[in-house]
């Protein structure tokens, strides 16, 4: 570990912080174009956060340490996740402490603790996100390790930092397993990240909604903390379908140029998935809850049928 | 060559002092202090003794001893080798952490005099570690025997109550129907020489018939023990029936003898296993586990609900096993070497936070004399010892990083990642369904872990004697911290424990995971190489500590701290109480939904003009309706036939005597 790697990864960090809430300030921005509305500005959501942060922090009764930890376990969680994976360079110093598996295992870690503290005061809402939230997350946490098993079998490795230099030096061809795989990703992404059409994160409707319902009882810095991390959620889970299928130029040496030309090369990229996310949510519907495994199941499918399709054809 | 000739010796003398221990309880069966307060923590220390011997062997070259008792030219035949001695380590770690918090843990007056129920208890241990000694198969018997009967009346503690004569009995039944699968077993492998010392069953070399015949045997023997699919049914009766110590026993430690006895039956004594025979194991092992998972998700009794999450734990640990021996079939060692890893790592795992959580509805038992998880809630509050402990717990068994629980799945997720190199290509394809099949159960592991935390310690309580409940005693917490402690450092250093269980592989499959090398970083976890894939819980633990901890300093630097207490929002609702949380049944609703064809469900839904509304949901176990029923119909039948012939007149058994005279006059004529 040198003195560049450090910096690397704190530059990592910090674009993970900020990149977050532009990303979802971003993707309302689009939305409100694409509906005709005017738009936000871009940084409304930074601006929530800070004075989320100001405000005085309300807590039920009944709610137990749970209820305090959870924020911060969960923000720290996802912060490492987009720290871990590839978003400005191959060569991060922590990128070796997690390969692919173990993302998928510290967004499941999130997400157990979420639920926890939903389930923490005992309100009707906060068990049933909670409920709503588990049977998500055990049909979307499947596929989304059959797609980074997919990728991880054509680079015969599940670091992320070696399936991103080994795809983005193979020679240009559109493999089936991966258009599989691409497939069943942005299925899992836009259900692990609570969009349309598995969740509104626009809605407070009690029948329809899941992430809201977990953060109901969350107010103040609690609150902040959460919105952030859910960002962040959205930023890690971006940078790894980039990271998958479109891994050009992402930086392989920690110098200084070769960040400075990362950067901007992420932000286009994260501006262009992020119009697709707000055009999706823009022509889809809602979808009843009860369809949701279905679809789930579907992005499973596709996942398996992908790493088939690698073992049978080699494509 | 015996490199630490005492090991065996300081072994045995462990099992002696376990039956002194058991025998002195006799002294004073009903008193109480001197049991559980004198008796028990001994035993304890025993524990950390036998576990600190077997790990200091494990690296050594096997050791045996002759113990002259039993039938005259039958003696003992014993042996320490790297396998046992890890089974033995993970005996005696788990059985330390119980069995402190069973010094805590039996009230007075409840079932079984104390003293009695040490020496069952005693006899019960002991007879798991000379499991692990045995080398001929007449110890191996005498031991696998003492260690049924004694759990027997271990489970059956509270034989006044029906339903538990019920569960003892079934678990008798089963465990005696896998015995007499051992024993056609060893009867194959011996191979008609009469010599029934494991040694002679390493030396023959069978023909690929009767070897296949010796495994499908050891596989449904050892199976029925470890409670794989359909013999699992005795595991869901009998753990809620014993006393939570013995249900953690069970199934932290006894479960795992049956996983010693395949590993032993496959890698050591058959030599080179087919690749089929993981097939089968992969087949079996897969079904066992989405079944345990998904029956756990729809459970309503908290310990009910552990059993068959232990049934899916064995799932993926006969899943491994599966795939080592495929890989050992097809002599990729190296692969071998990491999938037996696996399945080791996972043993002593499961051994570990199965126990904890086992432990931790035991003090939750007691505190509220509730088992169901309809009638708990909110425990946290009064029991912050037993949550704690019981979060480590259920974050180990959802397979989270960084816990212990996480190593093991990786490990395993990793072996099938390179089955891309196998030559037979219809195993290639259908080794990704299965790894979709363990990823699934992984995922559906934390489900049921959110139910289980969820439902008992966090919400309202449900009933308003909870909040009477009391922490457990300082007994019971040492216990529970113990296995705790284990748990944490289990998933923190895992390139140690790799280094440990190395020699198994080594021993069993003639090459180990590393060679005799060290990892060459000893925070980084990469079995093959860090540009194949790495993973090091200690630096995400640390790091994941540092970010929250900064942050938490950072809000309080910039912002403030302050917090103020209210009534919980709710969307507004003014009238909400603890009945409108969701139950276990509604947590688990989703499951039933989705995997309805699985369970055989009889739903009573009320309608909104019933003047008496009664909502029921039974599930039943299909192993039930479709196996366990209609063999017991066709053995009831038969011998209802045969009884037919039994009229209790003197006159009609003369008749029989004379037509079978007859007939065999008959017979001799012809």
Known sequence: ?315 | MSVAPSAIDGVLAVVAAWLAIGLAGLAAPRNFRFVAGFLFPVSALLGIALAALALAALPHAPEALLLPIGLPNLPFHLRLDPLSAFFLVVLGLASAGITIFAGGYFRPGEGTAPGIMGLQYHVFLAAMAMVMLADDAYAFMVAWEAMALSSFFLVTTNHRIAEIQRAGFLYLLIAHVGAIAILLCFGVLQANTGDYTFANMRAQHLTPFWASAGFLLAFFGFGAKAGILPLHVWLPEAHPAAPSPVSALMSGVMLKTAIYGMARVCFDLLGTPLWWWGVVALVVGLATALFGAVFAAAQVDMKRLLAYSSIENIGLVVVALGLAIVFTGYHMLPLAALAMTAMLYHCVNHAMFKSLLFLATGSVLHATSERSLGKLGGLMRWMPWVAGTALVGVIASAGLPPSNGFVSEWLLLQSFLFTGELPNPYLRMLVPVFAAGVVLVAALAGYVMVKFFGVIFLGQPREEKLAQARDAGWLERLGLVWLTVLCVLLGLFPVEVMEAIDPIPAALLGRGLLQGGRIADAFLLAPVNPARASYSPLLIAVAALAIAALVFVLVRRFYHGRTRRAAPWGCGYPWQTARMQDTAEGFGQPIRQIFEPLFLMKRELPTAFDAHPRYRVSIEDPAWRWLYLPVAWATETCSRLVGLLQRGRIAIYLLYSFLTLLALLFLTQA
């Open chain 1, 1 to 315: 570990m040198n003195l560049e790697g450090v910096l690397a990864q704190i530059a990592a960090m910090l674009v993970a912080l900020v990149g977050g809430p532009l990303l979802a300030g971003w993707v309302n921005v689009c939305r409100a174009w694409l509906q005709n509305r005017t738009a936000p500005p871009l940084t409304q959501p930074l601006r929530a956060l800070h004075k989320l942060f100001w405000k005085e922090s309300v807590m039920a009764h009944g709610a137990s340490p749970m209820y305090r930890i959870a924020p911060y376990v969960v923000f720290s969680c996802m912060l490492l996740a987009s720290m871990i994976i590839p978003t400005l360079s191959t060569n991060l110093p922590l990128a070796p402490a997690a390969d692919a598996i173990a993302l998928v295992g510290l967004f499941a870690l999130a997400r157990l603790f979420i639920s926890l503290a939903a389930m923490d005061v005992g309100t009707a809402f906060g068990t049933l996100g909670a409920r709503r939230e588990m049977l998500v997350g055990f049909l979307a946490e499947p596929a989304f390790l059959m797609v980074l098993f997919t990728a991880s079998l054509i680079s015969s490795s599940t670091s992320l930092a070696t399936i991103v230099s080994s795809l983005a030096h193979r020679e240009f061809a559109v493999l089936p397993s991966l258009a599989f795989a691409g497939v069943a990703f942005t299925m899992v992404s836009l259900a692990e990240n609570a969009r349309i059409p598995v969740d509104n994160p626009a809605t407070h409707l009690e029948l329809t909604m899941i992430h809201e319902a977990l953060l109901l009882e969350y107010s103040g810095r609690h609150l902040a903390l959460m919105e952030w991390a859910a960002s962040l959620k959205l930023f890690a889970y971006s940078c790894a379908g980039l990271a998958l299928f479109l891994p050009w130029g992402v930086a392989e040496a920690n110098d200084r140029r070769a960040l400075a030309f990362a950067l901007p090369v992420l932000a286009a990229k994260l501006a262009a998935g992020g119009f697709a996310l707000a055009l999706i949510e823009t022509i889809l519907a809602k979808m009843r809850i009860f369809r949701v495994p279905e679809f789930l199941a579907t992005a499973f499918l596709l996942g398996v049928l992908a790493l088939l399709v690698h073992q049978l054809l080699g494509a």
